[in-house]
């Protein structure tokens, strides 16, 4: 049965340069010297290490710990020895360092204990976990955690599950390899999807210049018995995006602001599908991936490659020409140059390309932009990219936002139409990376300006809690002073023979008693204090006046005899002779 399909706005048609790596089957490339496996591969949190330099490990074994819920487990490609976790260049444009666990093969690729999953007989919530801890990732290029697509919505339902086998961007052909050799275990997956999404339809579109893939999905289909749809969409870059694909399809046009599964729409790519039968069927952890190797070379071709394998080295194996001057990831049209021949092979590498002028000349110099309008119509997001190259040359960025220029994916249709050889993608680019660098700037100092106005309340609290705490000892101190004055003043009345309780003289005005109450007061704690001391002074016994010489005892009795002359004590009572001891 035929079925209808849609357009989406724009596309282009490029050479698409396939037909060169499509000859030989896919073939595995040999054990590396030594594997760079980086811990951040997916879109998310970082995973963590699990181990260090010198651990022995084995292939499929775990290496970096998923680091929340939307993140991947990273695993060991084969056994060996950890030489060190530290960190290593990216294949990625910036040319950023990020940690790598690198791995000295022992040549034996031995495998960890691994055993199939009845995936049928477990909850769903076990198989996506079972899913994020081997590791299965989106393939297509966009590396996002592929147990976190595997949740429906809970309030939309799925309609249609789109498995993207496109494949757009020239030169890559991993997927049609993949389609054609084990089309049955990529069926096989799409089923395990289906189960944890309950689609009421499967639809897997392949562009129509892929026929041999195509046939073997319809067979695979027919002989497990499913009812999925092949479905051959028209060859147009880029077509295999997943929007695009989407609209293709179903017709469905998802905006910016939303995701597919707002309109009951999820994608995976076929690779993706592939990866997670392994995880299911044999307990498999994704440890490799399918490689193109095409370009300048000799012997173009597809290899099953271990993650982490050095790019440069690989590239050996389809025997570059010897003006091959670099290494494109990715197609020609969203691809790039890589920094250096020696970053790894990582999940989102599906074809290398060798570089060289003569392959892809330089462009031409720049020209200004005549507002001729091609961009536009050939944009599949139907945005307006001169006008975002205005306000991005201009560093006008509030404006490139009103224009959407997030909505860019980056296709580069743009700059492939471009008669002024403008390269617009590299402007818009560079227009993202500084709303994110202001971004960032901006939440840093929200932050800090959080934190400084807590740590101003805090000191205020802190002040406002001492202050209470002087009134309160303050207050206490007083209530002390008053009650012993009121004491003191009670015990003056009593030695002057009038009893406390006894009223005051009613012609005595109220003030001035009062007054003179307070200095009876005042007068009685200082006789009391004086009284005090004295018995204190009275109390205390000379310590160096026991066993005098006589000599000692007189000069001591004339000291005396002399402060009782100037009257500074009282002279000893004589007691009386009849009192006198024997």
Not at 71 to 98: F, I, K, N, R, Y
Not at 414 to 443: D, H, T
Not at 511 to 528: L, Q, R, Y
């Amino acid at each position: 049965m035929l079925m209808n399909l849609f357009k989406f706005k724009g596309g282009v048609k490029p050479p698409t340069n396939k037909t060169q790596s499509v000859t030989l089957p896919i073939a595995q490339a040999p054990l590396p010297s030594r594997l760079v496996v980086p811990l951040h591969q997916s879109i998310g949190g970082m995973p963590q290490p699990t181990v260090q330099a010198g651990d022995k490990v084995l292939k499929g074994q775990l290496i970096g710990e998923a680091d929340g819920w939307i993140s991947a487990a990273v695993h060991a490609p084969t056994s060996g020895t950890v030489l060190e976790v530290a960190m290593h260049v990216q294949p990625h444009p910036s040319g950023l360092d990020a940690l790598c666990v690198v791995i000295e093969p022992d040549g034996k690729d031995e495998w960890i204990a691994h055993a199939p999953l009845d995936y049928a007989a477990m909850p769903p919530e076990a198989v996506r976990e079972h899913l994020q801890q081997s590791g299965v990732v989106g393939l297509g290029g966009a590396v996002f955690p592929t147990h976190g697509k595997l949740t429906a919505s809970k309030t939309v339902p799925m309609e249609e599950l789109v498995i993207n086998g496109a494949e757009c961007e020239p030169f890559i052909t991993c997927d049609d390899l993949l389609m054609r050799e084990r089309a049955e275990e990529v069926v096989r997956g799409i089923g395990v999807f289906r189960d944890l999404l309950q689609p009421k339809k499967v639809l897997i579109g392949i562009e129509d210049n892929k026929p041999e893939a195509a046939a073997a999905m319809r067979l695979a289909v027919q002989t497990l018995g499913e009812t999925f749809e092949v479905v051959q969409v028209p060859t147009l870059y880029p077509a295999g995006g997943a929007k695009q694909l989407i609209r293709v399809l179903t017709g469905k046009e998802v905006p910016a602001s939303k995701r597919s599964t707002d309109l009951g729409v999820q994608c995976f790519n076929v690779a993706t599908a592939y990866t997670a039968w392994r995880a299911i069927a044999h307990g498999e952890p994704v440890v490799s991936r399918l490689v193109t190797l095409s370009g300048n070379v000799h012997a173009p071709r597809n290899y099953e490659v271990l993650i982490g394998t050095p790019m440069g080295e690989l590239l050996k194996l389809a025997q570059p020409h010897p003006d091959t001057d670099g290494i494109i990831m990715g197609g020609p049209m969203m691809g790039f140059l890589v920094p250096d021949a020696n970053v790894p092979v990582v999940k989102a590498t599906n074809c290398l390309i060798a570089h060289s002028e003569r392959l892809f000349p330089p462009k031409a110099p720049e020209m200004p932009c005549i507002r001729c309008g091609s961009c536009a119509q050939a944009c599949p997001h139907e945005l307006q990219p001169f006008e975002m190259y205005w306000f991005s040359r201009a560093k006008n960025f509030g404006k490139t936002q009103e224009y959407n220029i997030f909505d860019c994916i980056e296709c580069g249709c743009c700059s492939f139409v471009c008669p002024s050889r403008i390269p617009l993608v590299q402007y818009f680019r560079f227009a993202k990376s500084e709303i994110w660098a202001r971004e960032r700037e901006k939440n840093a100092s929200d932050q800090a300006k959080a934190r400084f106005e807590f740590k101003q309340l805090r000191e205020e609290r802190e002040k406002a809690d001492k202050a209470e705490k002087l009134a309160k000892a303050a207050a206490a101190q007083a209530a002390k002073k008053a009650a012993e004055a009121a004491a003191a003043a009670a015990a003056t009345t009593e030695t002057n023979g009038l009893s406390a309780d006894a009223p005051p003289a009613a012609s005595e005005p109220a003030p001035a008693s009062t007054v003179d109450a307070a200095k009876a007061a005042k007068m009685a704690t200082i006789e009391a204090a004086m009284a005090r001391a004295k018995a204190q002074r009275e109390a205390v016994q000379p310590k160096n006046t026991e066993n005098l010489t006589p000599e000692q005892q007189k000069a001591a009795a004339d000291i005396e005899a002399r402060r009782i002359a100037a009257h500074l004590t009282e002279p000893e009572p004589v007691a009386p002779a009849s009192e006198k001891p024997e």
